[in-house]
Structure formats: C-alpha cells, structure tokens
C-alpha cells in the first residue's frame, strides 16, 4: 500500500516537472504562405503557451490570427517551424508543402479543440447529439457514458434544460455555449477559440464570455482571439499583437499592456478600439 502510494506520488511529480519544463503548446518559427500568395500570412511566428494559461492573440483584421489558430488546430498546412504540445512535435514544416492535410497523426487530433466564430452545429442533430457525435463515432466511448458527461458539461454552461432542443430553437449565445461543450468533451489539452462572440448580439456576448472566464480559473490551456478588449484583458496571461502575419508585440502583464502599452504599435492598435468626439472649437 506504502509502496504503491509512493509510486503514484512519484509519478505526479514527474507529471508536475514535465507541465513545469514543457510548455502546454509551443510554437516555433512556424511561416505559412498560402497558394498563390506571394508573401507568407504567418511569418517565423514563436510563442509558448504554460499549461493553465491563456494566451490572446490580438490583431487588426487580416493579420493572420485566424490562420494561426487554424495552423495549430492542424487544419492548415505549414511550411516551415514546429508546433509541439507538451514537447512532443505534432506538426513540422515541409518546404514546398502548400496544400493537403498536416502530418499530424489522427490519435493528436483531440488534443487540441476548437471553437470558432459560426457556431456550426449539425442542425440534424439535437444540442446533446451535437456534444456527443464524436466521442461515440470517433473516439468509440460508450454512448450512455457520452451523454452522461455531455449533459455535466451543459450543466456548466447552464444548458442542461436545453438537452433535447433543435440548434434552430436556441439563440446564437446559447449555441457557442454548446459549441463549446462540443470541444470540451474531448478533453483538448488545448482549446483554440476563434472570435467567438463576433457574430453574438452584445447581450448574449456576456453569458459566452462568462463561461470561458470559468474554464481558465479551471485551470484549461487556452488560446483565444477576441476583439473584446475589456475581456482580453480581463483573462490574457499573456498577449501576442500580430500585424502582417508577424508577432510585433507581447506581453506577460496583460494589465500594463491594456493601461499603458509600451509600443507604437499597440497604443495605434489600442486606440482604435476607443471613441472620441472632435469637439468644434470655438
Ligand atoms: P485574421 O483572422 O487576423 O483576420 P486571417 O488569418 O483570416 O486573418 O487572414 C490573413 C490573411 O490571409 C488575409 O490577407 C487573408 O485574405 C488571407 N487568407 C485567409 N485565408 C485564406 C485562404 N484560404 N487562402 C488564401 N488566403 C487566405
Ligand atoms: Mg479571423
């Protein structure tokens, strides 16, 4: 029994070494060009993410924070750089390679989820069918042990009354919400999200932003693009700023980056997010 508690015990701490050494999601000199492009969208971006932390990523529109998220998801090729979880290399560049799926071996796949900006629910299947599709299709989990942990799940994001409802029968904050279960019920070490309020009238973009706030004081690895800047700054441990598919600032203190950003580049960046009015003078 001693022998067997000294065991485990020895185990969680090499667990606790590895998370402490090597970083939830690392990212390096990963450059990206799409076909026919003349210049790359992603170009030596490097970053790492802490297990537990949340990451934002901010940009002005077409600076490639889509592709980047997209990229790590394993959804777009890369050409050249490493994109590893945990330390383990799941993705590589390959010269010449500008289309067709990435190496990323299909037993990764669910390590990393994703939530994007259209909640793109399957409108044949019902909030908890939605949840539980790939579990049980895919990952071949018992389908009352799925349900079970979908409807836990809903019960976090305050939708268990929803279960049985058609995705035409919910509002857009309340299909995110579901999304969001969907990525979770396959336990991504990492979760991408992808302006998922964008599209949400501003009354429902609060219950969505609530629940992501739950997820990083429990702890979830995330990365997130998001143009709610109080927010940002509310869950960010870290903010990278891209411009022209390059890293052109960052910060580990979230707090001076919004109050008072060292850059010209994101007090311009900042500032656009702010209204004045140019008072005629008399
Ligand atoms: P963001 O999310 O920051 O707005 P994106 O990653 O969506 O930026 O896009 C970055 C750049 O890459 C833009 O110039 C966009 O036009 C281009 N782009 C995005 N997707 C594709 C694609 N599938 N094929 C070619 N170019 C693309
Ligand atoms: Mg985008």
């Known amino acids: 029994m001693t022998e067997a508690r000294n065991v485990s015990a020895a185990q969680t701490d090499a667990v606790a070494q590895t998370d402490a050494v090597q970083p939830a999601l690392s990212v390096r000199h990963l450059t990206k060009t799409y076909p026919h492009a003349d210049r790359p969208v992603l170009n030596d971006v490097s970053f790492d993410v802490p297990k537990g932390k949340v990451l934002v990523v901010l940009g002005p529109s077409g600076s490639g924070k889509s592709t980047l998220l997209r990229a790590i ?22 010269p010449g390679r500008l289309t067709g799926r990435s190496k990323r071996a299909s037993a990764l796949r ?15 299947k019902t909030v908890l069918g939605n949840i539980t599709m790939a579990p049980t299709l895919v990952l071949k989990r018992k389908p009352a042990e799925a349900r079970e942990e979908a409807m836990q799940l809903l019960e976090r994001v305050h939708l268990a009354d929803r279960a049985n409802a058609w995705p035409h029968e919910l ?9 969001i279960c969907r990525a979770l019920i396959e336990h991504p070490e990492v979760l991408l999200l992808d302006e998922i309020t964008a599209a949400l ?23 997130l693009v998001t143009h709610e800047m109080r927010f940002a700054e509310a ?11 390059a890293i052109v600032d960052s910060s580990d203190d979230p707090e001076g980056f919004f109050t ?18 140019h008072e005629a003078t008399a």
């Not at 998801?73 to 390959?94: F, H, M, N, Y």
């Not at 509002?171 to 999304?179: E, T």
């Not at 869950?235 to 598919?245: F, K, M, P, S």
Request: aromatic share 6%; hydrophobic share 40%.
């Open 110 to 124: 669910t390590r990393i989820g994703m939530v994007f900006q259209s909640y793109d629910l399957f409108p044949n």
């Open 201 to 223: 009238d501003p009354e429902m973009v609060r219950e969505v932003l609530d629940v992501v706030l739950e997820l990083a004081d429990n702890g979830q690895t995330m990365v």
């Open 235 to 245: 869950i960010a441990d870290r903010v990278l700023l891209l411009e022209d598919g």
């Open 260 to 277: 008072n950003p060292q850059s010209e580049r994101a007090k311009q960046f900042l500032g656009s997010f702010e209204y004045k009015r």
């Open 171 to 179: 509002s857009g904050g309340q299909r995110q919400r579901v999304a």
């Open 73 to 94: 998801a394993g959804l777009e090729p890369i050409q050249s750089g490493t994109i590893a979880l945990r330390g383990e290399v799941i993705d590589e560049g390959k």
